[in-house]
């Protein structure tokens, strides 16, 4: 017989009644029944139920065991009764009676328990991690997170792309968030960087000539931890292509998402590979007041600026003749709430630090509200007509200069489909975002810059750029959104150092300028490279959705907390004076406060 365990904790079946068997596990619970000592035995596997008499051996050594503790049970495995089967449980029609334990890893008491599934401070489940990780629910998810990587792999093999491992140590890049600079010993007062993404790699393996490249990438970004984003490093399927179009890159995309999704959806509906709608980025802007629209909301926000223009409804008349717009949508039986209802939303949008959310409520067709009131009857009438409006809906206005008004509006429509229930918490609808604008005006420093990734292809190329208004120029750049989180950009890349040289010319940059920090890009787009594209979706996100967890802490094995600390590992820390001179680093304290 094994020294450990000839089946492990969720093995054992009904046709396993009369062998003698051994288990290692985890002593789960505990439950004294007089003369019966009942424990669950836990591994990664499952549960299977062990009793012990009193006055065995057996009965000594458990019950004087912690939970927790980890510990081998031989004996035989015998028949539950009829009415203590637990149908829950794959091993609950048997039992196993203990016959010898050995104690193999004691417990001490614990800081958290592992049974159950109460919540406790972060600070506790992430210096006691592996123990957060013994719970149902936490091993759930890394399971699940397991699986998902496995699944995300297979299918890019099975398009035929080929996984390749990029550099972790590289060179700081002077675009994106904050790097993580890692000390050269060899060369004294330079860095490395630790790569914020394989964006530069990826595209030299493209004008390599490896045509299809993908892996699950870590990567590595100084920024402030979010609910969506873990502070430090992240993964991501990042995937490039040569020789394709837009289109062709969602029509790569798209199996693979719908596809993983569909397998882990657990019921819930997902939108079809080929059906993901594609929304150009001022169209999203406009109805759904952000470029990350969730789908899953029916409520559609419109533009009724000309209603407003010289209406004598002196604010909204104010703010359309100086440029600025009024933004409208239709909150559905909202009307059928009271007045409280309205003034709470607006109540809450100045506490968001906008100044105000207007609203017209109707009750069985009459209109009412300060909206309505200061519009006049004939004025509303035809606004209401426009807007579709019910005879039992509300309406909510957002009005200032556009970026303003269209980001309340926004907001203010996710709150409300939040407080109405319209929102279909089963299902996963996915869209494209596209047409994204190549440039945008920097009003603090007064010039022209890249509004989404400067390594893009502009549409119309060359041409685009020597002709036309940097503003109205798009680029071949896309998001793929689903439910209202971002979970990828992509782009066609620019493979033509002249066009690159006029993109960043127009973004204020020497060609020196270009040569000195993009020199390792710019240098083999010189020697030959291919049209290419391609995205990178995040795997830490969608396994948070899968999982239905709004934290991505509750997916990620061993996360940071809000303060990139990793509490159980004490990082990070300070080093020996000896590491630091081997660095030729020196440490400056900031000043403190006081």
Known sequence: MHAYRTHNCSALRSSDVGETVRLSGWIHRKRDHGNLLFVDLRDHFGLTQIVSETGSE??????????????????????????????????????????????????????????????????????????????????????????????????????????????ILTASSPEGARDYLVPSRVHPGKFYALPQAPQMFKQMLMVAGFDRYFQIAPCFRDEDARADRSPGEFYQLDFEMSFVTQEDVFQTLEPVLAGVFEEFADGRSVTPAGEFPRIPYKESMLKYGNDKPDLRNPIIIQDVSEHFKGSGFGLFDKITSTGGTVRAFVAPEAG?????????????????????????????????????????????????????????????????????????????????????????????????????????????????????????????????????????????QYDIVCNGIELSSGAIRNHRPDIMYKAFEIAG????????????????????????????????????????????????????????????????????????????IRVVEPPKEG
């Not at 495995?77 to 890893?105: F, H, I, S, Y």
């Not at 009438?381 to 409006?389: E, F, S, T």
Request: proline content about 6%.
């Open 509 to 584: 940059y020497t060609k020196e300028q270009v040569d000195t920090e993009f020199s390792g890009m710019i240098n083999a787009l010189k020697y030959g490279a291919p049209p290419h594209g391609g995205s990178a979706p995040g795997v830490d996100r969608i396994v948070m959705m899968l999982a239905n967890e709004p934290n991505i802490r509750e997916v990620v094995l061993f996360p940071m907390n809000q303060k990139a600390e990793d509490l159980m590992m004490n990082a990070p820390s300070p080093v020996a004076m000896k590491q630091l001179r081997e660095l030729h």
């Open 336 to 476: 059928k709430n009271s007045r409280k209802f309205f003034d709470a939303m607006n109540d809450w949008a100045r506490g968001e630090g906008f100044a105000g959310l207007g609203y017209i409520n109707m009750k069985e067709g009459a209109a009412g509200g300060p909206i309505a009131k200061n519009h006049g009857e004939e004025g509303t009438a035809k606004l209401l007509a426009d807007l579709g409006c019910g005879p039992d809906d509300g309406v909510f206005f957002a009005a200032g200069k556009e970026a303003e008004a269209a980001r309340l509006a926004g907001v203010a429509r996710t709150r409300t489909a939040e407080q109405l229930d319209l929102i279909d918490k089963n299902a996963f609808k996915f869209c494209w975002i596209v047409d994204y604008p190549m440039f945008e005006y920097d009003d603090e420093l007064k010039k022209m810059d890249f509004s989404h990734n400067p390594f893009s292809m502009p549409q119309g190329e060359l041409e685009a750029l020597e002709n036309q208004d940097p503003l109205d120029i798009l680029a071949w």
């Open 58 to 167: 057996a009965f000594k050594m458990l019950d004087g065991a912690r939970v927790e503790s980890v510990v081998t049970v031989t004996g035989k495995v015998v028949a539950r009764d009829a009415e203590t089967v637990n149908k829950n449980l794959p091993t609950g029609e048997v039992e196993l009676v203990a016959d010898t334990v050995d104690m193999q890893g004691p417990a001490e008491e614990l800081p958290m328990p592992v049974f159950g599934e109460q919540e406790y401070p972060e600070d506790i489940r992430l210096r006691y991690r592996f123990l957060d990780l013994r719970r149902e629910s936490v091993h759930a998810n890394m399971m699940l997170r397991s699986k998902v990587i496995a699944s995300l792999r297979k299918r890019m093999t099975d398009q035929g792309f080929t996984e390749f491992q990029t550099p």
